[in-house]
């Protein structure tokens, strides 16, 4: 329960009031579902779907809240949720949590969010995950190293779904780097020998992010 009020409450004063937010633990939301969010997606156990129905039962909720009538959430075939026109969001979960955000298009133009739990990764998964210049800095802060690294996955997730839907690229972890601005909880993002990438953020102008690290929880987000 600690760290549901810990992560509402990071999204609460870091997120403007346009783009409001809610969290909660994982539960059996399956019969709030539509037949067309239940038939676009193969869920393949029963822990796979709890995780939908309350990411789906979340962001419904922040859209009526919204002002919109649209109670329909299929998952595209890239992956992605088909928010009702004029609406954008983003649904992370992790363990037992869920945590949603939302906003109006004519506000935000995309959104971000993730949570990460911290644990040990091998050298291999580390290697997938971070740059040279990233491994170099991982001990430099008051942070555990593990907490370092999953801050560093949590924020390259959370850029992730920020720019996919504006730019529709898909990339690996190591083509963006992460730099941290420890004083003010944000961070910025660099692409990596991606020009097309570069030139439609470029376009689309600067984001706003934020991260917190509560014990072993980390959340992160991007908007703009």
């Given amino acids: 329960m600690q760290n549901i009020i810990e992560i509402n409450d990071f999204l ?104 990460e739990i911290s644990t040990k990764k091998d050298t291999l998964i580390i290697d997938s995950i971070l740059t040279t210049n990233e491994k170099n800095l991982t001990s430099i802060h008051s942070l555990r190293e593990d907490q370092v690294i999953n801050l560093y996955l949590s924020a390259k997730e959370a850029f992730y779904k920020y720019q996919y839907p504006l730019t529709g690229l898909r990339f690996d972890f190591l083509d963006i780097e992460v730099v941290f601005d420890w004083d003010k909880n944000r961070f910025k993002v660099s692409p990596i020998c991606l020009p097309r990438l570069t030139a439609q953020l470029v376009n689309s102008g600067e984001f706003t992010s934020g991260f917190h690290v509560f014990g072993d929880l980390i959340c992160t987000h991007c908007y703009s």
């Fill in 12 to 115: 609460v004063k870091s997120l403007p009031k346009t783009i409001p937010g809610l969290v909660a633990l994982i539960a059996d939301h399956k019969d709030a579902l539509t037949t067309e969010e239940l038939s676009s997606i193969d869920f393949g156990s029963e822990l796979r779907l709890r995780e939908y129905s309350t990411g789906r039962f979340l962001a419904k909720s922040l859209l009526q809240r919204l002002g919109s009538t649209e109670m329909n959430l299929p998952t595209l075939s890239d992956g992605q949720v088909k928010w009702p026109e004029g609406f954008v969001g983003s649904i992370s979960h992790k363990n037992k949590i869920c945590a949603v955000i939302a906003a109006e298009r004519k506000s935000c133009k995309s959104l971000g969010l993730d949570i």
